[in-house]
């Protein structure tokens, strides 16, 4: 930890020499351990006097993502960090936490100590009011909420006392609190790197949801990091599974508001597919050019099918595609395989979209377009697997075999005309 301004130490050697069962809510200094200072933000945390001008100098938008650069927040000699800096399995909240925040105090290894309270309404009159939250109980702040703030008393039943005193424990516990306190802390941009890799690795390589939840999995990576382990990884497969959705649900916002900011019309690609398991999945596809003129595509959906794989089974599917992502004003043309279905499918969706339309029919016939490449896939894989070829085959041995025919016959007759032509000579 980098020396303190000179000016500070006195505040500094009073807020050391408090013991942890003296009340900590009083005025106090803010300092950092910043490595350097200089003439631009950095230098101006050093010389932030109160902790409400140390955070106001924060840009919360562009942390750092290691533990150990996050901005030291000093309050009574012991650096804190706001707990919403860091990655959280589980994110506590009490009514107090409209008037005050939460932090974690530090070790020297900036490992977490133990969370805390910093009233806020306290804070904006230049006093630092502190109070400890074992396992998230803010039983010591709601009764200094009630005394210290008189309108705030229907905040829930009092004890007794302004709850100074519980403010932190007893100099006899303080040590056996803190250590069993103490763990690694993370932040939460590593949180979100780990999740976001976490299912790209589940979804990349066809991994079941469960295969976190087998023993050696979790014991691997044990042998990497035991305290990350038990901060990130979940316990069960329905954890990744919520995980998926929610990723699934934001990208699906942000892909509708793509398509809204396009001013041109969206082209659609649909094809039916019957996956390992035997699903019928129908992939609908969206083409479109965005705002700076870049042809785009994107995966819209991949729907199971159940029952019939005839257009009008496939066509609602279609629609409510459309319909979820605001694509009926601005639907363009329709391109699927050659099958028959496509052609259905496509007049059972414009005769939804459009049902006031007596021209709906020509219109989905003008905007169906039959995919080329379907047809060229079906003649290259009919020969590739041999169904030209035996065609082939078979037709040059009919014509070798009629030729072999017309031999034997032009033959025999032969042989009969020189027979007759024998019988007359003798």
Known sequence: MTDLDDRFADDLSSALSLTPSQSVSQSSGSFTNLPHAGGDAFSTLRRARSVK?????????????????LPKIWMHGK?????????KKRKRWSKVDEYGERYVKLDRD????????LCNLCMQQGRTSLYATPNGATTAAKPHLQKDHRSLIGIGSSDGGSGAGDSEPSPRRQKTLEESLRKTLVTKTTGQFFRDTLLGWLAGANIPLSGIEHPLFRQLLCLMNKDLLQEFLPHSGDTVRAWIKAEF????????DELARSPYKKRLTFNLWNSPNQYALLGITVHFVDQSQQLQFRLLALKRIFGSHGGENLGPVLQGVIEDFALSET????????????????RELFQALLPQDDSVFDLARRRRIRCVNHELN???????????????KSSLLDRKSANSFKKRTTSSKAGVNQAQFGSFTT
Not at 79 to 87: G, M, R
Not at 331 to 346: E, M, R
């Open 53 to 69: 001008d140390r955070l106001e100098v924060v840009d919360e938008a562009n942390l750092p993502a290691e533990v150990s650069q």
């Open 79 to 87: 650096p804190y960090i706001k707990t919403k800096w860091l990655h």
């Open 110 to 117: 900036d490992s977490s100590l133990g969370e805390y309270w």
């Open 249 to 256: 649900e934001a990208e699906k916002e942000l892909l509708k």
């Open 331 to 346: 639907i363009g043309y329709l391109t699927a395989d050659n099958a028959d279905s496509g052609d259905s499918a496509v």
């Open 378 to 392: 079906l003649s290259a894989t009919g020969f590739l697997d041999g169904t030209f070829k035996e065609a082939i």
